[in-house]
């Protein structure tokens, strides 16, 4: 067999290759342009804080290509004026070129100055603050994220997931976690910031007024655990007037009559060992009231019936979605309490959580509940209560 046949075999198994990755390729293409429907896209800029990294990344873009298709137009021209033919088996070298060689170290090193310069300056405008912002405290968890408005009135307002904004005003973002490093995205408003234990990070983003309204997605974007691709964050841009209503519906608690409905099952199977709900205990209440109580544990569930999703943005909140997420979490998303990477300190319930200990606190399977197992109909009636069907 010749050299030139088996070099032909090998070539018809890489074209199918080839095929085989092109046909990805177009997958994941189709991919991304399907998560651009969903308002998740930093080339569609709907704010400032994305819209002055757009106008960064664009003409680096323009100067990153015309590099390059320069650098390939090179390499095809001297390959072929330079190659191999009788009477020029070596080529005229140009080692030791000062001229060229200054050139050729002078020329991209300016290029990357020019871009550094301007790079930098933007980093630092992006970690800046404002005055007359509106302060959000984010938080990353394992997995979902806490947003916390207390530092603007005093008033403990934080919610789960849902973020919103007014529409046209500066929100200067303190970034924190309590466990893992994080990442913070909303590629349409602004650009990637890491949410790290131990190190406060900042960044703003400010919505234009014309989005109000408008509803975009984020994404935590450093790998954090089993559920990191599952730690997704919604944002409503409201008009001005829109966000004081929100804002005002979030400041009340349960009412009597509420928490003594919630207390039938919260007695059994103790959801307020993890979740805050206004109103449920006064001891807590008045801890959280005073910044003395570390709200480090499951989303604030006061105001979920407000919200659209739940699990960090992943379900609709329908009934069908929550009562199913209430009898057996750990079925539905991994990592959640049950699944591998489960905290070995804790009780079986899941309850059992201090601050010395990073581990995150899942959601625990309640259909398993080694003291007393959740039935369907049980399940059913505390996400119908939760979503406010008999409570109004
Ligand atoms: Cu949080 Cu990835």
Redesign the pocket.
């Known amino acids: 067999m010749t050299q030139r046949s088996v070099g032909r075999g090998r070539s018809f198994g890489s074209r199918r290759k080839l095929g085989a990755l092109a046909g990805l390729f177009a997958l994941v293409a189709a991919g991304c342009a399907k998560a651009s429907d969903k308002q998740q896209n930093g080339l569609r800029p709907a704010g400032k804080g994305a819209r002055d990294i757009y106008h960064l990344f664009m003409p680096f873009v323009v100067i990153a290509v015309l590099v390059g298709l320069g650098v390939m137009f090179a390499t095809v021209y001297f390959a072929i004026k330079y190659r191999e033919r009788p009477g020029n088996e070596n080529p005229r070298q140009v080692h030791g070129n000062t001229k060229l060689e200054i050139t050729w170290t002078i020329l991209p090193a300016l290029i990357m100055i020019v871009m550094a310069v301007f790079t930098v300056d933007l980093i630092w405008n992006q970690a800046g603050s404002h005055p007359g912002s509106l302060h959000v405290t984010v938080t990353?968890k394992q997995?979902w994220w806490e947003f916390d408005y207390t530092n603007n009135t005093g008033k403990q307002v934080f919610t789960a997931n849902e973020l919103h904004i007014p529409a046209g005003r500066y929100i200067d973002f303190s970034l924190r976690s309590d466990n893992v490093i994080?990442?913070f995205w909303i590629p349409s408003l602004n650009g990637k910031k890491d949410v790290m234990p131990g190190h406060l990070n900042t960044m703003w983003v400010k919505a234009d007024a014309s989005d109000a309204g408008k509803v975009f997605y984020g994404q935590?974007v450093?790998?954090?655990g089993l559920s990191?691709a599952d730690?997704r964050l919604k944002v409503f841009v409201d008009s001005p007037a829109d966000f004081q209503k929100w804002y005002q519906s979030q400041l009340p608690g349960w009412t009597p009559t509420e928490v003594a409905t919630f207390n039938k099952w919260n007695s059994t199977y103790q959801c307020s060992g993890c979740h805050y709900i206004k109103g449920v205990d006064a001891t807590t209440d008045k801890a959280v009231e005073k910044g003395t109580m570390p709200i480090d544990f499951g989303p604030n569930l006061t105001h979920l019936d407000e919200r659209t999703t739940f699990a960090s943005a992943k379900y609709q909140l329908t009934r069908d979605n929550l009562w199913q997420w209430i009898y057996d979490a750990p079925a539905h998303r991994a990592g959640e309490f049950g699944k591998p990477n489960e905290c070995p300190k804790r009780g079986a319930n899941g309850a059992v959580h201090t601050d010395k200990d990073p581990c995150h606190v899942g959601m625990p399977s309640f259909k398993n509940d080694p003291v007393e197992p959740m039935s369907p109909d049980t399940a059913k009636q505390i996400a119908d209560f939760l979503l406010g069907i008999p409570k109004q």
């Open positions: 990353g997995w994080h990442s935590c450093e790998y954090c990191h730690m």
